[in-house]
């Protein structure tokens, strides 16, 4: 049974960082596939950043040199840090594991971040 558990969202002001986590229970194939979404109010559902099945990790250019994907697999848990937080960077985000890994998608429940100006 696929889980993953989001946290670490918050108010912070602009220019500011948060680092989002990712409680994952999946395979290792999983683990190493899994991204990062976020969805601000009234607009679509975005990539953040997402893993292909060789590993590359691709950003979404809003974020390059301000967000970056790390994974300790000791603890399960797939980290977002984001630095220089920008007004537009609020939305919720959700960590997923792709379609590719199991067939399906699989989404977190979100967690909230909201970047002050």
């Known amino acids: 049974q696929v889980q993953l558990v989001e946290s670490g969202g918050g108010l912070v002001q602009a220019g500011g960082s948060l680092r989002l986590s990712c409680a994952a229970s999946v395979s290792r194939i999983g683990f190493n596939a899994i991204g990062w979404y976020r969805q601000a109010p009234g607009k679509q559902r975005e990539v953040v950043a997402v893993s292909n099945s060789y590993g590359t990790i691709t950003y979404a250019d809003s974020v390059k040199g301000r967000f970056s994907i790390t994974r300790d697999n000791t603890k399960n848990t797939v980290y977002l840090q984001m630095t220089s937080l920008r007004p537009e960077d609020t939305a919720v985000y959700y960590c997923?594991?792709?379609?590719?890994?199991?067939?399906?998608?699989?989404w977190g429940q979100g967690t909230q971040v909201t970047v002050s100006s």
């Open positions: 997923n594991l792709p379609a590719w890994v199991r067939g399906t998608d699989y």
